[in-house]
T-cell receptor, first 113, second 110 residues
Framework: AQSVTQPDIHITVSEGASLELRCNYSYGATPYLFWYVQSPGQGLQLLLKYFSGDTLVQGIKGFEAEFKRSQSSFNLRKPSVHWSDAAEYFCAVGVDSNYQLIWGAGTKLIIKP | NAGVTQTPKFQVLKTGQSMTLQCAQDMNHNSMYWYRQDPGMGLRLIYYSASEGTTDKGEVPNGYNVSRLNKREFSLRLESAAPSQTSVYFC?????????FGDGTRLSIL
């Protein structure tokens, strides 16, 4: 069965430090890949997406993600985090023609001043 | 642009009461979705509508019904609310990918 794993429930980083959030998926073919961010009490906002082509994709708010087929991974990165990046981040995989998404459980990012 | 609008934003119900959550999108999308979000479990799909006039069950449909009223609107109904349905409910819409989300309805069942 298809699945998405975000191994880190919480991550704490200092403001200005670099960030990498991990996402691994289980699926036989190349899926559509997404990262969404959810600020407290808010809905989900799309950060970036991968459909095909260049495996390094740029998103909003200075985030990027790299698709690695050999590792079935789509990790999210940011070179320098800001206090406003504190939020929960969700990785999602699109796997069929009905455009359904399979979601990871989320990683909560905590920023230390 | 309003995008995806959900009403109400908050609701408290007693066990056994019924409730309809409303969702409307103004992006002319064909597909609409209802999710629930519980701590540590990400989002789970309740029902979806691939196009006007069609609805299908998702991962956790029990205890819910949906209506795709027209292309813009997709409602979620709890006929007899149970405490296990306490959650945050999100509506989303899409034309292919990606999905666009509303701000959610926070529902508590006492």
């Amino acid at each position: 069965a298809q699945s998405v794993t975000q191994p880190d429930i919480h991550i704490t980083v200092s403001e200005g430090a670099s960030l990498e959030l991990r996402c691994n998926y289980s699926y036989g073919a190349t899926p559509y890949l997404f990262w969404y961010v959810q600020s407290p009490g808010q809905g989900l906002q799309l950060l970036l997406k991968y459909f095909s082509g260049d495996t390094l994709v740029q998103g909003i708010k200075g985030f990027e993600a790299e698709f690695k087929r050999s590792q079935s991974s789509f990790n999210l990165r940011k070179p320098s985090v800001h206090w406003s990046d504190a939020a929960e981040y969700f990785c999602a995989v699109g796997v069929d023609s009905n455009y359904q998404l399979i979601w990871g459980a989320g990683t909560k990012l905590i920023i230390k001043p | 642009n309003a995008g995806v609008t959900q009403t109400p934003k908050f609701q408290v119900l007693k066990t056994g009461q019924s409730m309809t959550l409303q969702c409307a999108q103004d992006m002319n999308h064909n597909s609409m979705y209802w999710y629930r979000q519980d701590p540590g479990m990400g989002l789970r799909l309740i029902y979806y509508s691939a196009s006007e006039g069609t609805t299908d069950k998702g991962e956790v449909p029990n205890g819910y019904n949906v209506s795709r009223l027209n292309k813009r609107e997709f409602s979620l109904r709890l006929e007899s609310a149970a405490p296990s349905q306490t959650s945050v409910y999100f509506c989303a819409s899409s034309e292919g990918q990606p999905q666009h989300f509303g701000d959610g309805t926070r529902l508590s069942i006492l």
